[in-house]
């Protein structure tokens, strides 16, 4: 069952027993900085049991809070703990609190009412914070315990009535109303317990002694105390008291004070000396010899801090911590000889001590910012502890200084890291930003913290060309595709932002577009030449260039590059004057009566290039009379150099060179014909017939030229051809020497138009074989195969028998010869043969006899063809 109970922070009382689960909520603070809104709560309290199980629930903070489910999620709120660990889950999911861990009261908080778990619950976007208290509830879960089992006590028997004998008090780590509440005797005739309450409210329980002991009657007395909580169920826990009566001794020990206080540093060293405790015994001798022991502790007084036996002095072993217990009460019992003991108690105060240096707790921060966020822009939560008190816990907190970052409190120990300024990532790309917490002690002490914060960009600055402008120069006649300048731009931006592709701006140059003249790398900036350049048409034209980055959106810049083609030397000078004329020639004229430096003309000429390549000079190569006449290196003017004398030809022709100061130079040349005399008709006829003298000259030039040429072709022809022979007689001898007996088989050719001719079986007298005979034919006896009908349709196996034995009859070479030369000469008359027909026919008779005699292989179906004369294939068919 859960009871909520809204209520003010400073006014909330209960007004009904407090149930196992309890809710409180507070008014929420809103703070306003600047632009951002933070927003912080009260404190949100909720009670829980002690040892619930795990994921159990607590509260459901997002309806406390007034926040949806959603909001838990995309503000990723978690939970921050100042330290130790986490007991407390949150599931953004539902939006509730659940155990994390076991909760054991007695163990977080120990002795401390209320005991309270602290924590801050954390939501981004924007950032917002809620304290978050829940008291722990103790249940009755311990029972009392006494240090020791068994108390052993020795009582003289001499004791007064009324003496007290300290027992060691029972601890019960609950609190409240489960805490230890009373004592309780085994009931006998001697003692009884006395509760006292001390000045800081706890009690110490004594064993009083009601009745005299006598150790003649019972030496030992063994009784059971039990001490009780006010738990229910209701806890105890025992221990057995062992008494033995001690004869002899009858006074105890007694301290000089019930109770000693005394105050220590915590940064005391170990051997100092804090106290010393003294108690008197009233017996003399060895009765009143007394031993000091430390009986009871708090805490952890029994590991630093120790008591001489002997003196009473307490010293410090161990290192006294204040953050962790600010008093010790120990209790110092003094005993004689006689077993007497006396009691006393000893309150130890611990002095704070700066010895602990703030912490700095980063509650949430950012690793990254962007350049263009506003001023007052949130950065990092921060929590400061100390856990010094007083003035050595008071801590303040800065951020280092020359950066747009400062430090907001919001509320006490918790600050706020925002921006100051505007910031710019091309100036400071990385912030690391200290964070100094310092307090109040003597002497301060201090932690340092350092975060990282990087700005991301955005693209706020556009590409820079490194000039204004440029000019560049490229050489004319370039090659297509050649590179002739570089652009570069730089963008202080990174990424994406940073990366520059280059553009030609789309201009017109002579009303043609600059991309037929140029193009660039769009990565490099490069600049390519698309066409050759010709100065005398283009010397100087612009190129806009554009650069620009790749961000969103895109950044540009531009930059006129100014490119000139240089001039080379590619244009020979032209002739003006004298006009070249291949006709008749043009002749200056100039009288015999002309003095010295006189001007006969001038050689007017131009070259289309320019600068040094177009600088002009003018020289004679070829002169009539080379001390007659003088030219102007550099202005082309003709003059004389002496006076006209009757010797001289009246037809002069000089050959002038016009030369540029190119590198290489160029030149051209051109013919001055000058007549030297008075009258002008005569003149001209002379330059007539000189012109017609050297169409004559020309003309003869030419034959002379053709046949040097035709000779030496003819030359190259005889040479192949001498050597196409010796190669052919290498290849037949190199054939023949294949074959041991130095002859080859005789293989029948059948021309394509073999054929049967209608069923009488007769062929047609196209026919021919190809006979291969050896080298040295013509002193040897050669054997022709005689020609025989190949067709063998319509003949029966005798005929074919017969046919057969007379193609193997061989004739001699002489019988033929003489055969073929009387048939030719009885029936075709061969000798006319050789008188009517051509040149050509005679050479292919003349072949059929090499056939015979040299022995080459010329096929006879080369020569038989219908075009040959009816005389000539008779010839031919007679030798076959």
């Not at 709560?41 to 049991?49: C, K, L, N, Q």
């Not at 005797?185 to 001390?198: A, C």
């Not at 620009?548 to 590059?561: A, C, E, F, Q, T």
Request: charged share 20%.
């Amino acid at each position: 069952m859960q009871q909520h109970l809204p209520c003010h922070r400073f006014s909330c009382r209960r007004k009904t027993k407090m149930l196992p689960w309890i809710y409180i909520k507070q008014v929420p603070i809103l703070f306003v900085l600047t632009e951002h809104v933070f927003l912080a709560t009260g404190e949100i309290r909720y009670s829980i049991p002690e040892e619930k199980p795990r994921g159990a629930l607590i509260g459901n903070i997002a309806k406390d809070l007034g926040l949806n489910d959603q909001r838990l999620k995309t503000g990723r709120a978690h939970i921050f703990t100042e330290g130790g660990t986490e007991f407390v889950e949150l599931n953004v999911n539902k939006g509730i609190l659940v155990v994390k861990e076991r909760i054991d009261r007695e163990q977080i908080c120990g002795s401390i009412t209320p005991c309270l778990l602290r924590f801050q619950i954390i939501l981004e976007n924007p950032m917002e914070f809620h304290r978050v208290i829940i008291e722990i509830i103790d249940i009755n879960d311990n029972n009392p315990v006494f240090s020791k089992n068994n108390i052993q006590l020795e009582i003289s028997e001499f004791s007064p009535t009324g003496a007290m004998f300290s027992l060691p008090n029972a601890v019960d780590s609950d609190v409240g109303v489960n805490s230890l509440k009373s004592y309780t005797l085994t009931p006998n005739d001697h003692f009884k317990l006395k509760i006292q309450t001390q000045s800081d409210g706890s009690s110490s329980v004594s064993l009083l002694l009601e009745t005299p002991l006598d150790r003649e009657t019972q030496e030992e007395h063994v009784l059971l105390l039990t001490a009780v909580d006010g738990g229910e169920p209701q806890r105890s826990g025992t221990t057995e008291i062992k008494i033995i009566v001690v004869d002899v001794n009858d006074n105890a020990p007694v301290f000089t004070k019930e109770i000693y206080k005394v105050a220590v540093r915590e940064d005391s060293s170990i051997g100092s000396v804090l106290i010393k405790v003294q108690a008197n015994d009233a017996d003399k001798d060895t009765n009143g010899q007394i031993k000091y022991f430390f009986t009871h502790f708090t805490g952890n007084a029994q590991d630093l801090f120790a008591i001489n036996s002997d003196s009473g002095e307490i010293n410090v072993i161990g290192q006294i911590d204040y953050e962790n217990r600010n008093m010790y009460e120990i209790t110092v019992e003094a005993k004689d000889v006689g077993s007497l003991v006396g009691s006393s108690k000893v309150i130890i105060d611990v002095i704070d001590v700066n010895d602990n240096a703030p912490l700095i707790n980063l509650m949430s921060v950012s690793s990254q910012i962007s350049e263009d966020s506003l001023p007052a822009t949130v950065v990092a939560m921060i929590n400061v502890q100390d856990k010094d008190s007083g003035k050595n816990g008071k801590v303040s907190c800065f951020a280092n200084n020359n950066i747009p970052f400062k430090l907001a409190s919001s509320l006490n120990n918790f600050y706020i890291l925002q921006t100051d300024g505007f910031l710019d990532r091309e100036k400071v790309s990385q912030y690391n930003i200290s964070i100094v917490a310092k307090d109040e002690g003597d002497p301060p002490l201090s932690a340092t913290q350092t975060i990282t914060l990087q700005i991301s960009d955005v693209n706020d600055n556009p590409p820079e060309f490194e000039k204004e402008s440029y000019a560049t120069y490229i050489t004319e006649n370039n090659a297509p595709g050649s590179s002739f300048f570089s652009v570069r731009a730089k963008d202080v931006d990174s990424g994406l932002n940073g990366r520059i592709s280059y553009f030609i701006a789309e201009t017109g140059i002579n009303n043609i577009s600059v991309s037929s003249f140029v193009s660039i790398n769009s990565d490099e900036g490069v600049l390519y030449a698309v066409r050759s350049f010709d100065y005398e048409q283009l010397s100087h034209f612009q190129v806009a260039v554009a650069a620009k980055d790749r961000g969103s959106p895109p950044l540009s810049s531009s930059v006129i590059i100014d490119v000139y083609v240089l001039d080379q030397n590619d244009n020979h000078p032209e002739v003006l004057y004298p006009i070249p004329n291949k006709g008749s020639p043009v002749a200056e004229f100039l009288p015999r009566s002309a003095d010295v430096g006189y001007l006969v003309t001038k050689v007017v000429a131009v070259d289309k290039d320019s600068g040094q390549n177009s600088w002009l000079s003018f020289k004679i190569v070829k002169s009539t009379d080379q001390t007659l006449f003088e030219i102007g290196l550099h202005n082309g003017e003709l003059r004389t150099l002496r006076q006209i004398m009757e010797k001289d030809s009246t037809k002069q022709r000089l050959t002038v060179l016009v030369e540029d100061s190119g590198q290489p130079s160029h030149s051209a040349t051109v013919n001055v014909n000058v007549a030297i005399t008075d009258n002008l008709a005569l003149a001209f006829s002379e330059f007539n017939d000189f012109a017609q003298d050297k169409s004559i000259n020309s003309n003869i030039t030419f034959y002379l030229v053709l046949s040097l040429v035709i000779v030496s072709l003819l030359f190259v022809i005889f040479i192949i051809i001498l050597i196409s022979l010796k190669f052919h007689k290498w290849r037949r001898s190199k054939l023949f020497s294949e074959y041991p007996n130095g002859t080859l088989p005789v293989i029948p050719y059948y021309p394509p138009r073999y054929a049967e001719v209608g069923a009488t079986g007769t062929l047609c007298h196209v026919y021919n074989y190809e006979v291969c005979l050896t080298t040295d034919s013509g002193q040897s006896e050669f054997k022709y195969v005689k020609p025989l009908i190949q067709s063998t349709v319509g003949m029966d196996p005798n005929e074919t028998e017969t046919r057969s034995r007379i193609s193997s009859d061989l004739i001699s070479e002489k019988d033929l010869m003489q055969s073929c030369l009387y048939s030719v000469v009885d029936d075709t008359g061969i000798w006319n043969v050789f008188k009517k027909e051509t040149k050509l026919h005679t050479a292919m008779f003349l072949s059929l006899y090499a056939v015979v005699h040299l022995g080459l292989p010329i096929p006879f179906s080369v020569l038989v063809r219908p075009s040959l004369p009816f005389s000539l294939k008779k010839v031919i068919d007679t030798f076959v």
